[in-house]
Nanobody, 128 residues
Framework: QVQLMESGGGSVQAGGSLRLSCATS????????MAWFRQARDTERQEVAT????????DYADSVKGRFTISLDIASTTLYLQMDTLKPEDTTMYYC?????????????????????WGRGTQVAVSA
């Protein structure tokens, strides 16, 4: 059973940085799409950044390009999201997701309903 657990959220001022972590366990092979999503109350979960575990190919939402960096520590299978130059509009819950994929995948899905496994989320608050 795949399990994901986020950590690293908190409160910062605009322009500051946070690094989110997603500890994982239970992966049965090395071919996964992993992603960070965020979701405000009463809204759909939206993709922030995705990563293909084989090849570590990454993709970002336009709103975070140049500010956020997704990465994977392969040895510990921990997914990270380095968030720099944070803005008040980045305030919300952040979730880590994973879904098995096939070799040769070059881009991960951006739709939340495709992902099979989720953590419980971590809250990020950015004050002006």
């Amino acid at each position: 059973q795949v399990q994901l657990m986020e950590s690293g959220g908190g409160s910062v001022q605009a322009g500051g940085s946070l690094r989110l972590s997603c500890a994982t366990s239970g992966f049965t092979n090395s071919n996964y799409c992993m992603a960070w999503f965020r979701q405000a109350r009463d809204t759909e979960r939206q993709e922030v950044a995705t990563l293909v575990t084989i090849g570590t190919l990454t993709d970002y939402a336009d709103s975070v390009k140049g500010r956020f960096t997704i990465s994977l520590d392969i040895a510990s299978t921990t997914l990270y999201l380095q968030m720099d130059t944070l803005k008040p509009e980045d305030t919300t819950m952040y979730y880590c997701g994973a879904v098995p994929t096939v070799p040769g995948t070059v881009r991960c899905p951006k739709r939340a309903d495709v992902y099979s496994f989720w953590g419980r989320g971590t809250q990020v608050a950015v004050s002006a």
